[in-house]
């Protein structure tokens, strides 16, 4: 089995920057896994944030988070980041790791998924 564990959620003010971490273990897991990250915001529906290729080379971003987010890994660790600066209220979530097989997936539907953790940003 996979499990992915996030951390560096909180409180910010918006304007301010916040860095996620998801450490990825378990039998299972392949370092050539893709990992992306997902939000939900109360009362909506999860959305795609970022994700990129089991050697960072392909990234990808939701319209709204591009140049303000910045998705990496390090292979060495079986962790993935999500640098997040200027934050906006909006940006108020709770963020999910998620792992699959290839980058395609990932995006879409990810075979693994992490707890979550919690976003907030203030005006």
């Known amino acids: 089995q996979v499990q992915l564990v996030e951390s560096g959620g909180g409180l910010v003010q918006a304007g301010g920057s916040l860095r996620l971490s998801c450490a990825a273990s378990?039998?299972?897991?392949?370092?050539?896994?893709?990992m992306g990250w997902f939000r939900q915001a109360p009362g909506k529906e999860r959305e795609f944030v970022a994700a990129i290729s089991w050697n960072g080379v392909d990234r990808y971003y939701v319209d709204s988070v591009k140049g303000r987010f910045t998705i990496s890994r390090d292979g060495t660790k079986n962790t993935v980041y999500l640098q997040m600066n200027s934050l906006k209220p909006e940006d108020t979530a709770v963020y999910y790791c998620?792992?699959?097989?290839?980058?395609?997936?990932?995006?879409?539907?990810?075979?693994?998924w992490g707890q979550g953790t919690q976003v907030t940003v203030s005006s």
């Open positions: 998620a792992a699959a097989g290839t980058v395609v997936v990932v995006r879409t539907t990810p075979n693994y």
């Open positions: 378990g039998r299972t897991f392949s370092s050539r896994y893709a």
